[in-house]
């Protein structure tokens, strides 16, 4: 598998015209080694050539077995990591670098004239990781399930008098007693009018009857990322709420239903986002559609006006319409897709119709 992916890289590199490339983002590093490593201050990083002649520079302290096609350079706290590649650099070439890369490390590279020249070759990676293998595609479906039961426990919690933090606090051990490894991302949860603004920390504020509760949570299960989002009402919602509510989720089904290989993804925000103008609550939608998501909770690429991506079987994005009305209300609705050979299939199967709680339930 790793042979596999180091081909499809050097693939890349071609069309950037490159012959060497060192990667040194952890994430990316993981998806070659199946090791994860946060190297803090110390070099981490994989030389590919197109040669074949791969080389994987670790410090000592790295506990790293051996990987499939590569020699691994090994060097000690007080060495110079970068420099334990120079022998290997084709200094007549340009060397691709990703955009993790550490400042100090590439000017030492640069200084030591390790190559021709320096390109930023962050979108080799981007692409390569940005359609999932099937392995990759069973592990979204296995983090995106843990996900959905996790946000059938979250919603047994909500009850009048509870605090966003005291909800939120709660979510690490129920993550883990379902399989879960730990977060993808700190729990964001807001309560009315917090709610409105869209990545609102949890605080002490504390649920009231009548109010939404945003919950946007993800896990972590071997190495792969979930993320979702639902808002909950306790107690009946008033009019403008429940509007807000149907707005997005009409947003959301319309633009998960046009998903399939081909599509460019600006016009699949287009479309979500055109759902909400009509109701008159365009401005309210403050953010992109979606962001692509894997090894990283947020990976290169999105759904967004901007984007110049075109659908391809084995992406895997968010699909995440919103409506904020300061100090009132905030729904989003967020569900992972993956783009199929012929569609899309859902990864999220927590339901997402209006749900009410009954205070009197939770008592």
Not at 90 to 103: E, H, I, N, Q, T
Request: glycine share 10%.
């Amino acid at each position: 598998m790793q042979n596999e992916r180091i081909e499809r890289t050097l693939q890349e590199m071609k069309k950037l015209g490159l012959s060497q490339m060192v990667v040194t983002d952890p994430a990316s590093l993981f998806y070659f080694t199946d090791h994860y490593e946060e190297p803090f201050e110390r070099f981490w990083a994989l030389l590919l050539k197109a040669d074949g002649a791969h080389r994987l520079v670790a410090n000592r302290l790295f506990t790293l077995s051996e990987v499939e096609g590569v020699e691994i350079l090994r060097y000690s706290d007080g060495e110079s990591g970068p420099a334990s590649l120079l022998p290997y650099l084709d200094k007549s070439a340009p060397l691709g670098v990703d955009g993790s890369m550490k400042a100090r490390f590439l000017l030492e590279l640069m200084e030591k004239q390790g190559a021709s020249s320096f390109v930023d070759a962050s979108a080799v990676m981007q692409r390569v990781r940005a359609c999932k293998d099937e392995k990759e595609q069973e592990k979204m479906r296995e983090a995106s399930r843990i996900n959905d039961l996790a946000m059938g426990e979250f919603q047994k919690l909500i009850r009048a008098g509870i605090t966003e933090i005291g909800l939120a606090e709660q979510m690490l051990s129920i993550y883990r007693s379902l399989g879960a490894d730990g977060y993808s991302f700190e729990p964001l949860v807001g309560f009315g009018g917090n709610a409105a603004n869209g990545h609102h920390g949890p605080d002490q504020t504390v649920l009231r009857e009548g109010q939404c509760v945003l919950i946007d949570v993800g896990c972590k299960k071997d190495g792969f990322c979930a993320d979702m989002t639902r808002t909950f009402f306790l107690g009946e919602p008033d009019e403008e709420s429940r509007r807000v509510y149907e707005t997005v989720l009409a947003a959301q089904l319309t633009a998960e239903a046009m998903i399939r290989p081909g599509v460019c993804l600006s016009e699949v925000d287009k479309a979500a986002r055109e759902v909400i103008t009509r109701a008159g609550y365009g401005p309210f939608f403050t953010h992109r559609l979606g962001h692509f998501i894997g090894l990283d909770v947020h990976e290169a690429g999105d759904v967004s006006s901007h984007s110049d991506l075109v659908a391809a079987p084995g992406m895997i994005f968010s699909i995440e319409p919103g409506i904020y009305l300061p100090g009132k209300v905030g729904v989003r609705i967020e569900d992972l897709v993956l783009v199929t050979r012929d569609g899309v299939e859902i990864l999220n199967r927590y339901p997402k119709e209006l749900t009410v709680i009954l205070a009197e339930e939770r008592e």
